[in-house]
């Protein structure tokens, strides 16, 4: 059984969505995208992982109260706070995996599990190829062209693979409900890069990543599985960046087949 509600902190509301008793994981979604992304693989739990999942503070139906600078690790530091939730299994894919694990080493403690898909990597330098596809998206944002702005970031290479399986369809249906405030002003706290830090990663983590993924993402993959302590790695050769719209039934059996040796009897 599901249930929607809205957690509020200071400085937001966030529409968040909690499938079974006493939230155990806590899922977090990618950049676009908001807490629909993870449907294909909630139903392939079917609540044999009590979770919480919420849209990222500017996404989906989470909105901010005011234009101050905010952290989204620190946003969900307030939402486990607020809905009673000690220590949970994180997961997150892309940018939201970059904030899971940017959470885990700001709060080890909090963290049980952690579950990276396709991570991006807080304060990453990225390549001059990422670049000259991103910027074209963020000037026409910021002209006013959201809709072209838009259809560029779905066209984006980094979602060859997605396009093309049966995940597209939400994939580009995320995108479309994508308001673009995040293009035209990203009031997001600038952080020290993270991958200063990785050696200092000692939570049991599960790394999931696609071969087709694009190589910024690869390198970040390798430079985490190379320089945390508790990483295992499952690398699937044919599949791209989503791997949780791409494939939503292998990706719910990797995180059960994970989870459950660690869960509580």
């Known amino acids: 059984m599901e249930k929607d509600f ?3 902190i200071a400085g937001a509301d966030f529409y968040a969505r909690q499938q079974g008793d006493k939230p155990r994981a806590v899922f977090l979604h990618g950049f676009g995208g908001d807490l629909h992304t993870w449907d294909g693989v909630w139903s392939e739990l079917a609540c044999a992982v009590p979770a919480l999942r919420y849209d990222l503070r500017g996404f989906g139906r989470s909105t901010s109260h005011d234009d101050a600078p905010f952290d989204h690790a620190d946003d ?4 486990l706070d607020a809905t009673g ?6 997961v ?17 403690g909090r963290v049980r599990n952690l579950v990276l898909i396709s991570p991006g990597l807080v304060g990453w330098e990225w390549s001059a190829d990422w670049q000259s596809l991103w910027r074209p998206i963020v000037a026409a944002a910021r002209a006013g062209a959201i809709d072209e702005a838009r259809r560029l970031w779905w066209q984006h290479p980094l979602f060859a693979s997605t396009r093309s399986s049966a995940g597209g369809q939400a994939l580009f249906d995320s995108i ?9 002003r990203d009031n997001h706290r600038l ?10 990663l000692g ?16 390198l970040i993959a390798d430079l985490v599985a190379a320089s945390a302590r508790a990483v295992r790695r499952v ?7 989503l791997l949780h719209l791409e494939d939503p039934a292998g990706c719910a059996r990797q995180l059960l087949a994970f989870l459950r040796p660690a869960r509580a009897p």
Request: one cysteine or more.
């Open 191 to 200: 952080k020290l890069p993270d991958v200063e830090r990785l050696c200092l």
């Open 203 to 218: 939570t049991r983590t599960l790394l999931l990543t696609g071969g087709r993924d694009l190589e910024d993402f690869r």
């Open 92 to 108: 997150g894919v892309s940018m939201g995996a970059g904030i899971a694990l940017n959470f885990t080493l700001d709060h080890p």
């Open 235 to 241: 690398d699937l050769p044919g599949a791209g960046h």
């Open 85 to 90: 939730i000690g220590q949970c299994d994180l």
């Open 6 to 8: 809205t957690v509020r």
């Open 176 to 184: 479309m409900r994508y308001c673009g405030a995040h293009w035209i």
């Open 76 to 79: 969900l530091l307030a939402i």
